[in-house]
């Protein structure tokens, strides 16, 4: 098994020995090259070219986010995966309508299905969840009516906002979000939140490289220009089961201290030490295994999304109908 | 399944060793690697550590646990490393 590695610290990253180095002035490390899955940039990092061309040679991909923890960019390989019947497919896939409308419903009710999985957890020990789920339960019949992209986005936003204002009940007082807000959060939930979730699309990126599907061919979301949009849409799925949970753990054990967060309230971020304990708990998760139902061994979190690429895959190609992953443990 | 290997070369190759190693594990202290590998890498540092050593002169042995969990590890003097993926 590759692992992520996530460098916080500011420093150099050079190639040495055939292997690759991270050097600052506390001291060197020696990253084994053929044990790299991916990563994940938050301090300055600078780069040899001799470094970058091994990356990319190895086919390891590095995510860069800026000093708010937001998703700047990729150093993406390139593609060694490739197949043009998969990217016709999936091109056929966006410009009819119909399909396309199904694949998006398909990602939103997965999204919604997963994070009613979360709200029944904690629905035993907080009763007044319960008119929470039963307005998220209310809200799934009705994807499936709508037949635009943008009214199913506002099923998927309106159950956002009740899933959030759930979420209240559960958190102590000084980590309740209010209203979401980004660019910069304000408070923080939101900016555990922002954190997580720039961290979930890069991952989901590094499994989409590992697949024949082209990331920028998406179905909810709008494929812009420049950016990898199908991992926004399939992070969607996953944002429930990782992300969130990571800061359910954080929060509800009193994992944080006034000291891993920086700024004030209106503009709020993890600070080095707060993200060292997110990234910790993030790479414990993706890499904690569960028993696959149908495969019938175990598999990681992060085994998890690369499987829903393969299904997203043989949905294009006709093979089997797409259906999101709801957890069943 | 988690390796440590140890190796006691003659110096006029044991930085080809050491150099080899390293594109698969993490160099611990001098002369000792450790890390998770996959059955297939285990063949592939087996083998090449084998074309790179003098099998007359030099030893190197590798210790594989089915998983890190059944590792416990006790360190005495200063540790040359952190091993945490969270540089």
Redesign the interface.
């Known amino acids: 098994m590759r692992t992520n590695y996530y460098i916080i610290k500011d420093g150099i990253l050079r190639r040495k020995e055939n292997t690759v180095y991270f050097i600052n002035k506390e001291g060197k490390r020696a990253l084994p090259i053929n044990k790299i899955y991916a990563i994940y940039a938050y301090g300055n990092l600078s780069f040899t070219s001799g470094v970058v061309s091994y990356l990319a040679r190895n086919g390891i991909p590095i995510h860069f986010f800026n000093s708010y923890g937001f998703y700047e960019g990729s150093l993406y390989p390139r593609e060694t995966l490739v197949a043009g019947d998969v990217t016709i497919k999936q091109a056929e896939h966006y410009s009819n309508k119909s399909k396309r409308c199904y694949l998006a419903k398909r990602f939103v009710e997965g999204a919604t299905r997963n994070i009613l999985r979360n709200l029944n957890y904690y629905s035993s020990s907080n009763l007044s969840l319960k008119k929470y789920i039963e307005n998220i339960e209310s809200e799934i019949p009705r994807i499936d009516g709508y037949d635009t992209i943008p009214q199913i986005m506002s099923v998927e936003g309106h159950i956002r906002d009740i899933y959030y204002n759930a979420l209240d009940e559960i958190f102590p007082e000084e980590f309740r979000m209010g209203t979401r807000v980004k660019r910069p959060p304000n408070n923080k939930a939101n900016a555990l939140i922002s954190f997580g979730n720039s961290l979930m699309y890069a991952t989901v990126l590094s499994e989409i490289y590992n697949t024949q599907l082209n990331p920028t061919i998406s179905y909810l979301h709008e494929p812009f220009e420049r950016r990898f949009s199908l991992s926004l849409d399939v992070a969607e799925i996953f944002k429930p089961i990782i992300v969130d949970r990571v800061i359910f753990k954080l929060v509800n054990k009193r994992m944080l201290n006034d000291g891993d967060f920086v700024g004030e309230l209106g503009d709020m971020l993890l600070s080095d030490s707060g993200r060292r304990k997110f990234l910790q708990e993030y790479h414990d998760r993706l890499s904690r295994t569960i028993k696959h139902k149908s495969l019938g061994r175990e598999v990681s979190y992060q085994r998890l999304i690369r499987l829903e690429l393969y299904k997203l895959v043989k949905h294009v190609l006709g093979t089997q109908e797409y259906k999101p992953l709801v957890i069943w443990w | 399944m988690y390796v440590i290997v140890v190796y006691d070369v003659n110096v006029e190759r044991i930085d080809k060793v050491?150099?080899f190693l390293?594109?698969?594990?993490?160099?611990v202290q001098n002369s000792v690697f450790e890390?998770?590998l996959?059955k297939v890498?285990l063949k592939i540092i087996e083998k090449g550590v084998k074309d790179l050593i003098d099998q007359e002169q030099d030893s190197v042995r590798v210790y594989v646990l089915r998983n890190d969990k059944y590792l416990k590890t006790i360190e005495l003097g200063t540790s040359k490393?952190?091993l945490?993926?969270?540089?």
């Open positions: 050491r150099i390293k594109q698969y594990l993490n160099w890390g998770e996959t890498e490393v952190k945490s993926e969270i540089i």
